[in-house]
C-alpha cells in the first residue's frame, strides 16, 4: 500500500516502476501496529515518511519479516524482462486506465 495519492494513472505507474527498480535494496522497518494486535512492514521514503507498507498486519514478527522478502521477491520478478510478465494471483484482473477514476 502506498500512502500517497495520485493524481494521474501515469503518475501511479512511473511510482511503481521506481519502485520495482529500487526492489534489491529496499528495507523495511518492521513495526507493531498502533492500535490492535499485530506487525507490518514499512519502507521509509522522502524524509522518513512511509513510501509503501504492508495490506495488513501479521500476527508473529516473523510472520511479517517473511511478508516482506516475498514482497521484494515478487517485484523482482515483476522486473525481469527473461521471464515475461508476472501471472496475478487467481481471481485477480489487471486495472485499465478507466478504472482507476
Known sequence: MSPAAFDTPAEAE???ENLRA???????????????IGWIWVV???RGLPEIRSSRPYERYATC?????RFVVLLGKLADPVEGPAQLPSGSRRLRP????
Open 22 to 36: 529500487a526492489a534489491p535494496e529496499l528495507v523495511a522497518r518492521i513495526t507493531h501496529v498502533r492500535d490492535g
Open 65 to 69: 519479516q517473511n511478508a516482506f522478502r
Open 44 to 46: 521509509p521514503g522522502a
Open 98 to 101: 478507466t478504472d482507476a477514476r
Open 14 to 16: 512511473r511510482s511503481f
